[in-house]
């Protein structure tokens, strides 16, 4: 094994680890950082992979931008740094459950499509082809199925963010 597939293995489990904690930590404000650190997880993993392009974008828009403004809104929130009891969720398990059944029917129905295991052109030698990039995130033999299924599940994230934030009639204030 060589070392930067021990460095790959190392930031992936990194990564893995705080994605996970985004979801079962309890208080907004540990989801938030650990969201900072799954992002930067993942820009590294961009620059092992040699795709300049994707780390500068990952770094500036999704750590420097979006991570950010989540931190601010989270802090300007009401309650947001109030300490409730146990600092995980308690119905974790559950979430973990939905999750597995969406991954293996994912998985199940993806690999009925004859192009599922299909590899894709990669960039030319000596930098990246952006042209080549962006082409392979609209072909169907490419990347359009996962990018699809990228942007459902952030709408999905988003309608769920919306709905949390609500605050609900006949609450506390």
């Known amino acids: 094994m060589t070392p930067i597939q021990i460095v790959f293995i190392i930031i992936a489990a990194v990564t893995l680890g705080s994605a996970l904690m985004v979801v079962s930590a309890r208080r907004v404000m540990h989801s938030a ?9 993942v820009a590294i993993l961009f620059a092992l992979l040699d795709s300049r392009f994707f780390v500068v974008v990952q770094v500036i828009v999704y ?3 979006i991570a950010i403004l989540i931190i601010f809104a989270v802090m300007l929130t009401r309650h947001a740094m109030s ?3 146990s600092p995980l969720n308690r119905y974790w398990w559950a ?11 994912l ?24 042209v080549t990039l962006g082409l392979s995130f609209v072909d169907p033999s490419g990347y359009l ?4 299924v990228a942007s459902v599940m952030l709408l999905a994230a988003l309608i769920g963010a919306v709905y949390v934030a ?5 609450e506390k204030k």
């Open 33 to 41: 950082l650990w969201l900072v650190l799954t992002l930067l997880g």
């Open 63 to 65: 750590i420097g931008a």
């Open 83 to 85: 300490d409730e009891g």
């Open 95 to 105: 979430g973990a459950l939905v999750a597995a059944v969406f991954l293996a029917s």
């Open 107 to 130: 998985i199940g129905i993806l690999s009925t499509w004859g192009n599922f295991s299909t590899q894709v052109r990669t960039a030319t030698q000596g930098g990246e082809n952006l």
């Open 145 to 148: 199925v996962p990018f699809e």
């Open 166 to 170: 609500l605050e609900r009639r006949g």
